[in-house]
């Protein structure tokens, strides 16, 4: 079955930067786009970043735009969010989306 597993979320300062991971297994990856969401507490889940299934097309939301950036290495089945210049308003939990599936989410906690 089609797994993914992120990690790479922590306790960042303000303006610091993550570098979040989403392995996946189970599909064949490099036929997939790949996206980012993430979940704040108390609001639903919103839609980050979007890349397509080479690599040559990505999207972002514009609260995260030349801030964040998607990339995917499909010989090691992996999709990277490369979080920079990061905000209190940014801690969520991130989840990794696609083939149909979410992963678990790895938390992402931003300090002011």
């Known amino acids: 079955q089609v797994q993914l597993v992120e990690s790479g979320g922590g306790l960042v300062q303000a303006g610091g930067s993550l570098r979040l991971s989403c392995a996946a297994s189970g599909l064949i990856f490099s036929s997939y786009a790949m996206n980012w969401y993430r979940q704040a507490p108390g609001k639903e889940r919103e839609f980050v970043a979007f890349?397509?299934?080479?690599?040559?097309?990505?999207k972002y939301a514009d609260s995260v735009k030349g801030r964040f950036t998607i990339s995917r290495d499909n010989a090691k089945n992996t999709v990277i969010l490369q979080m920079n210049s990061l905000k209190p308003e940014d801690t969520a939990i991130y989840y990794c989306?696609?083939?149909?599936?979410w992963g678990q989410g790895t938390q992402v906690t931003v300090s002011s």
């Open positions: 890349i397509n299934w080479s690599g040559g097309s990505t």
């Open positions: 989306y696609g083939g149909g599936t």
